[in-house]
């Protein structure tokens, strides 16, 4: 039983620690595809990835459940909104922001995540994921502290902070739908709205990819599709409160992403920053194992 309820509590953290991993492989992708392609066509080919591998399987969902009903087709939608309005805003912030600067904005998502947590949904946020939530951006800030010029381009701070609040309001807005959330389902619908929205946009500034570069935009739509399907299974266990001090763990991505596609190596700050994200999601990791015991143990007695 102690097994169980273990492996149980992992299940959260494990998820979304792999969709993060997911989105960095993707952002690869992306800046890969950037030189060549716009916005709207590399968002365009991946949502149509996405609606091939998600859309059968969500349709057997549908039908298996009689229908969907207003309430949560309303949901699915807004949750479509967020996330495309995440990946545009962040697209115009690394656009007119140094990279540095883009990445702290972002890294303040988990405390806009866990803020929004107790004031939409009610649940309690514990001092604790505060505290490592708090530590995890000192390693952020430590990492990236060269790199800051605060320098930007006052409407790219604004996306990233646009972008920023979208992907917290995405976490709460999937805890919304709750344990029931049919996850293709949850995939094919922001899928289908992305080609309807952003699809005319791409149609004016197509550029005919070459075969290695249909390759990478269908790999983009692989890894966008799986990356949202970690995410909806993840929060789906596990509360976002509980989930968002792992964000952090995209700047390990990063710095391994770097060294190994674009041979860029991280320096003593950077180390040290990764370092303390390290120890801040591992110290999380334990105090929430700690936190789900004794509950269990409560539930028990």
Not at 92 to 112: M, T
Not at 194 to 208: E, S
Request: charged content about 10%; proline content about 4%; aromatic content about 8%.
């Amino acid at each position: 039983m102690g097994n169980v309820t273990a492996r149980g509590s992992l299940l959260g953290p494990l998820l979304i620690i792999l969709a993060i991993a997911l989105f960095s492989a993707n952002d690869v992708a992306m800046k890969l595809l950037s030189s060549g392609h716009s916005a709207s066509q590399v968002i365009t080919w991946r949502c149509t990835v996405a609606l091939l591998l998600m859309g059968p399987p969500a349709a057997v969902q549908i039908i298996r459940a009689g229908g969907m009903s207003r309430a949560r087709l309303r949901l699915q939608l807004i949750r479509g909104a967020l996330i495309h309005c995440s990946g545009l805003t962040f697209f115009v912030a690394f656009a007119r922001l140094p990279l540095f600067d883009a990445y702290v904005v972002f890294f303040s998502a988990p405390f806009v995540t866990l803020a929004l947590v107790r004031l939409m949904l009610g649940e309690r946020v514990s001092r604790a994921a505060w505290g490592w939530a708090t530590l995890g951006f000192a390693g952020v800030a430590l990492a990236l502290a060269q790199g800051l010029s605060g320098r930007g381009d006052v409407v790219g701070y604004l996306a990233a902070g646009a972008g920023t609040f979208a992907y917290a309001m995405l976490m709460v807005v999937t805890r919304r739908l709750g344990s029931e959330t049919r996850l293709a389902e949850g995939m094919a619908i922001p899928a289908l709205l992305g080609i309807i929205a952003i699809g005319p946009f791409a149609a004016v500034d197509w550029t005919m990819p070459t075969l290695p570069d249909a390759g990478l935009l269908s790999l983009t739509g692989t890894l966008w599709a799986a990356g949202n399907l970690a995410l909806a299974a993840a929060i789906r266990v596990a509360s976002p409160a509980r989930l968002a001090p792992y964000d952090f763990t995209a700047m390990l991505w990063a710095v391994i992403y770097d060294a190994v596609f674009f041979a860029t190596f991280p320096g003593a700050l950077e180390l040290a920053g990764a370092g303390v994200v390290l120890a801040a999601c591992l110290g999380h990791a334990r105090s929430d194992a700690i936190t789900e015991s004794r509950r269990a143990g409560a539930k028990r007695a």
